[in-house]
C-alpha cells in the first residue's frame, strides 16, 4: 500500500507474506539478524534512566 521497502529477517517470513499478498514481492528485502543476541545483555539501570528522561516508563524500549 503505502511501503517502499520491507526488511524480512528470514525467506519464511519473505515467503509468508507473500502468499498472503501482504507485501508485493518487489518490495521485500530478506535482511538476516546481524547481531550476536547471546553476546548482548541490557543495562537495566541505563534503560530505566533513558525510560525516566524521555518519560517512557509505561513503554517497552528496543535498542539498535
Known amino acids: 500500500k ?3 521497502q520491507f526488511f524480512a529477517v528470514s525467506n519464511e517470513l519473505k515467503k509468508v ?4 499478498e501482504v507485501i508485493k514481492k518487489d518490495k ?3 535482511v538476516y539478524n546481524g547481531i550476536d543476541v547471546d553476546g548482548w ?3 537495566k539501570g541505563e534503560t530505566l534512566k533513558f525510560k ?3 518519560n517512557l516508563n509505561s513503554k ?3 535498542f539498535e
Do not use: R
Open 2 to 4: 503505502n511501503i517502499n
Open 17 to 20: 507474506l507473500m502468499q498472503n
Open 28 to 30: 521485500i528485502q530478506v
Open 41 to 43: 545483555e541490557e543495562d
Open 52 to 54: 525516566n528522561e524521555y
Open 60 to 62: 517497552k524500549i528496543i
